[in-house]
């Protein structure tokens, strides 16, 4: 059986590679997929805590984050190809170009 504190040490390694993403790539598709890094850290903590606790709380939490996130994706993915049909580029940057 893996202890709890490997789970929160993973997760915590990953929402930090997520956050770095963010905060130092300028590419739109880079900063979604580290979003979702962060999300999916955060998905990892609520099943170890599930697991640790023996309920399935966690894992219903887990479930609306997942819906959350696809939502995120949907919407993400349409203001990427919208920055790409008028600029020709996907750099966030160009982003606040969209502005009417």
């Known amino acids: 059986m893996i202890p709890l504190n490997y789970y929160l040490i993973l997760s915590g390694i990953l929402f930090t590679i997520g956050i770095i993403g963010v905060l130092y790539r300028r590419n739109t598709l880079i900063i979604f997929m580290s979003i979702e890094l962060m999300l999916n850290s955060a998905n990892l ?8 606790l023996g309920n399935l709380d966690g894992q219903i939490f887990v479930f609306f984050v997942m819906v959350v996130a696809a939502a995120e994706v ?3 993915l349409a203001i990427i190809v919208n920055l790409y049909r008028h600029h020709k580029s996907i750099s966030a940057d160009r982003a606040n170009l969209l502005k009417w």
């Open 45 to 52: 903590t609520f099943v170890a805590f599930s697991r640790f």
């Open 74 to 76: 949907v919407v993400g």
